[in-house]
């Protein structure tokens, strides 16, 4: 599948409300961009070739990801889909599932948790919020979080921006409550 762009997005917090972090909160997304060989064609019923496309690119973007969020490692993840509006939503969401999710969990050392994610039509511009968890055990509170992209110039309306999603912990200032890593059972991705 051919990749018209990359575009790599960082977000590094160091304090929040005034109060330092012991570690920096780093978010990072890599989108590719990529033809939607399938725009424009009404209904199609088999999208196992936009399924067996996204191996690939799930491994370059969370290898990309991976590597800019160093000196860190990643400890919750989330994944996205823009799709351009000759597409329809299915094709994001053809492009997110297990073997695009298991080349994540690949990329950041193992995720036993289920991988959130959020797909939506949209224009060149559009932003979108990917959600984040931690990626061994989906109910630690202390990760749900997220981020928002928007590549200036994508998705046009033949393309579909695939989005790798990654952070290297829990939110700032966290304490609502609910299971710590620590306390989590990360068996199946349930604690």
Known sequence: MHIRKLFTAVDETMS????????PLKKVAVVAVVKN???GQ?????????IDASTAIGEKI??????ALGPYTPDSYGKAALIGSNG????????????????MRDAVGGGKAWISSFTKRAYPGESIDIPLAHKDALYVRSHYDGMSVMVPDAPLPDEIAIICCIANRGRLNHRVGGLSKQDAKCEDGLV
């Open 88 to 103: 329809e939503q299915e094709h994001g969401v053809a492009m997110l599932t297990t073997v695009y999710g298991n080349a």
């Open 62 to 67: 969370s290898a990309m990801a991976v590597d």
């Open 37 to 39: 060989p399938l725009a």
């Open 16 to 23: 929040e409300m005034g109060r330092e972090a012991n570690e």
């Open 42 to 50: 009404g209904y199609v019923e088999d999208l196992s070739g936009l």
